[in-house]
Structure formats: structure tokens, C-alpha cells
């Protein structure tokens, strides 16, 4: 297509950002209508995506998602499930670290609640999907600035291409420059911690068991992967996690074996370590007249739970549901009462995982003793209730509250 056919046509949505949450939506979109006019503008090229050594844990619902989208399928195979989780409280110099509580990993038989993925397999996947399904890839761009008039919106992007279109989405991260320009406001504040990401390779296998050892400096979490290799989602207070991620190996690999413990036999880094800033990012608003915020330009909070990636994907198949069903109904997908519909359905569901993530980490990130006790006898009590473990289990795999229906399998 020519510059000025681009220039010309006006789209239906277009997506700023290529991640997961712009795929799905933008996927979502097309398998549902396939008459809909779809682009997705991404600051990355496709081949950039395989650089991505990060992995996710990828909840029940998820993966029903992308099943139904027809993603699933192309890496399932690498996929490693999340058989058993356990939890335990303790402090570094403790010998032995009580499990406090454990959870069976199926919320049906043979379903696993999550899978724990490569993001390079995952976002791989959707693009390549996106694209068969005909939506138009724009990369590598951003949008640089945006007004709405009357039925549409003026998008201008960083080539000096210009797009039209009825509605557009920003899942351009936490960071969102275009929720910025939307002049939509926030509430943040910075926990003065960092979370490190690294892989590491172990003697024995891990049986498909996580663990999330809570220490006062913050949640050290094991999330297996397939063969003897694990993931950490190490939290610790900032000046020391640069100090840790910059260091020596062997300084590094000292301080992870008194974290990890021994019960997987020598632990080898493998790749590198990665340390980055943990917040409380909630957006005031989710939607002004022909735009909405999807994916960590609307909510970004602490790893925890491990549900920002998922919290991500129940906003991609809510928004899709909605201009879906706004578009049979002829309605203007872009109008603010339509949008109204998604920030309704996604803003109390984003926000009370932000408040929870943020009890939980004050709770569980320090040295009172009181505190310790408590929450000891707290995790006690719901160790010996399986009704409320079983709860518990369908809120970790994102299958409770109003659910999307591509996140319980169903076609919209």
C-alpha cells in the first residue's frame, strides 16, 4: 500500500504497542470481525522479538484466551506447567524455612492454574498469527502525537506517516507517553525496590513445583521451566540489586544460593541478570472520547501475585468484547459511552489487585516480628481451609469475577 493510501484510509482501531496485550487485542479484533480494520504500530521489528529472554507465568484463563485465538497451539509443547506451589516466610539467617502453605496446581482435572512461558515463544506466536489474520503491522514506528476530532482521531507517527482512525488504543507500557498526551493523570508511588530477572540452570529437576519464599527485603519467587532450568523474580531494596546485577559472579551467585537454598543441588546463571524499578502505577482514567489505555499504561503493580502480565490479557479480551458487540449493535466503537462499558468492567478489577499486591508486599517486606507472627497464623488458617485454598487457586488463574469470554474459551 502506498503513503497516500495509508494516509487516505481510516482505520477502525489502531494499537500503539506491540506486546502481548496489543497483539491479543488486535487478534482478538480480527478473529472475531474480520471485516475490521486493525493496525498495530510497534517501536520493535519482527526479528527483535526472538532477542526477548524473559519468561511469564501464564494463567489458566490466558491460555483459554490464546487457545481460542489459535496462539496457544504454536508453543504449547514449550510450555512448562505449574504443577504445585509452595510459601514460605522467613529471614536469610533462618536454617529452616517453614512451608506455610501449598496449593494443588489444577483448576480442573489435567488443567493446570498457569504455565510458565518463553515471552520470545509468546509474542512471537501472536505476531505471526496477527498478521495471517490481515492486521496491519506498522513497524518499526510510534506514535508521536494524536487529536481527536469529531468521529475520528489524527495519529501522527515518528516516520512523518499520518493515520486516521475511530479509535486507538495505547498498551505503550507503564511508562505510556500516550496516556501523557491524553492528559491522563496517575497515582504511583515507588516501593524502593527492584525486582532482578534471571534464569538459572539446577542438578535436579524441579517437578513443576514454584515457590515464593517471603523475606523481609522482599518475595523471592522459583518459577520452574522446561528442563532443569528455573526463573527468579528476585525483589530486593534498589542500591542493593544494582549492586548485585553490576557485581561479580561469583558475588551474585553467593547471594542467589543463600536465597534459592540447596534443595535443587549447584546452581549455574544462565544468560544474564536484569534489575528494574517496582511501582504502584494506576491510571485515573482508562478511556477519554476515541482513545483507551490496555496492558501497564493503565496498571502497572508489584510481581507479588505474578498477575500483571494476566491483568494485561483481561483487558485485551474485555475491550475487544466490547467494540465487538458495540460494532454488531452499529454503534461508534470510538464514542466515550461505548469506552465507558471497558473502563467500568476493567478499572475496580485493576485497582483492587493494586491495592492487594500493595498490602501484601508491606506486609510480608519487613522485620517486625508481630507482623511475621500474624501473617504466619494468617497463612496457617487458609493451609487448613480448602475451600478458601480452592478460591484462592480460580482468583490465581484468572478465572473468578466477570470474566471476558475469550478468557473462559468462548468465541466473542
Not at 497451539?73 to 514449550?78: I, N
Not at 544474564?272 to 502505577?281: E, V
Not at 493503565?298 to 466490547?322: K, T, W
Request: aromatic share 6%; glycine share 8%; net charge negative.
Amino acid at each position: 500500500m502506498t503513503q497516500a493510501q495509508h494516509d487516505s484510509a481510516t482505520l477502525d482501531v489502531l494499537v500503539a504497542g506491540g506486546g502481548y496485550v496489543g497483539l491479543s487485542l488486535a487478534l482478538a479484533l480480527k478473529k472475531s470481525d474480520p471485516g475490521i480494520a486493525v493496525a498495530v504500530v510497534d517501536t520493535r521489528p519482527r526479528a527483535a522479538i526472538a532477542k526477548d529472554l524473559r519468561c511469564s507465568a501464564i494463567a489458566s484463563a490466558a491460555e483459554r484466551m490464546l487457545t481460542q485465538l489459535g496462539v496457544w497451539q504454536e508453543f504449547a509443547a514449550r510450555a512448562q506447567p505449574i504443577n504445585e506451589m509452595i510459601i514460605t516466610d522467613s529471614r536469610l539467617r533462618d536454617v529452616v524455612r517453614p512451608v506455610f502453605l501449598t496449593f494443588s496446581g489444577e483448576v480442573a482435572p489435567g488443567e493446570p492454574f498457569a504455565h510458565m512461558v518463553a515471552n520470545a515463544d509468546m509474542v512471537g506466536a501472536l505476531h505471526d498469527k496477527a498478521r495471517e489474520a490481515c492486521v496491519e503491522m506498522i513497524a518499526p514506528d510510534s506514535v508521536t502525537f494524536f487529536q481527536t476530532s469529531g468521529e475520528s482521531v489524527d495519529i501522527e507517527l515518528a516516520s512523518g506517516e499520518t493515520r486516521t482512525a475511530r479509535l486507538m488504543v495505547a498498551a505503550d507500557g507503564v511508562r505510556s507517553k500516550l496516556r501523557d498526551l491524553a492528559g491522563i493523570s496517575t497515582v504511583r508511588w515507588e516501593y524502593g525496590q527492584s525486582g532482578i530477572v534471571c534464569t538459572v540452570e539446577h542438578e535436579r529437576p524441579h517437578e513443576g513445583r514454584a515457590e515464593e519464599h517471603f523475606l523481609p527485603s522482599g518475595p523471592f519467587a522459583i518459577l520452574p521451566l522446561t528442563g532443569n532450568r528455573s526463573s527468579l523474580v528476585w525483589s530486593e531494596k534498589t542500591a542493593i540489586a544494582e549492586t548485585l546485577v553490576k557485581g561479580d559472579d561469583f558475588t551474585f551467585e553467593m547471594e542467589l544460593e543463600r536465597r534459592f537454598g540447596h534443595h535443587l543441588g549447584k546452581l549455574k546463571i544462565a544468560g544474564g541478570r536484569h534489575a528494574y524499578p517496582l511501582s504502584l502505577t494506576l491510571a485515573r482514567d482508562f478511556v477519554k472520547p476515541r482513545f483507551a489505555l490496555a496492558g501497564d499504561a493503565a496498571h502497572g503493580i508489584h510481581p507479588i501475585s505474578g498477575q500483571g502480565l494476566n491483568l494485561g490479557f483481561r483487558d485485551a479480551a474485555a475491550l475487544a468484547e466490547i467494540i465487538v458487540e458495540a460494532r454488531r449493535l452499529g454503534l461508534d466503537i470510538g464514542a466515550f459511552n461505548v469506552l465507558e462499558q471497558y473502563e467500568r468492567w476493567r478499572r475496580f478489577d485493576t485497582f483492587q489487585m493494586g491495592v492487594v499486591t500493595d498490602v501484601l508486599n508491606r506486609l510480608f517486606s519487613n522485620e517486625s516480628d508481630m507482623l511475621r507472627a500474624t501473617r504466619d497464623f494468617g497463612l496457617g488458617l487458609v493451609e487448613r481451609m480448602p475451600g478458601l485454598k480452592k478460591m484462592f487457586i480460580r482468583e490465581a488463574a484468572g478465572l473468578s469475577g466477570e470474566v471476558p469470554r475469550l478468557l473462559t474459551g468462548e468465541a466473542i
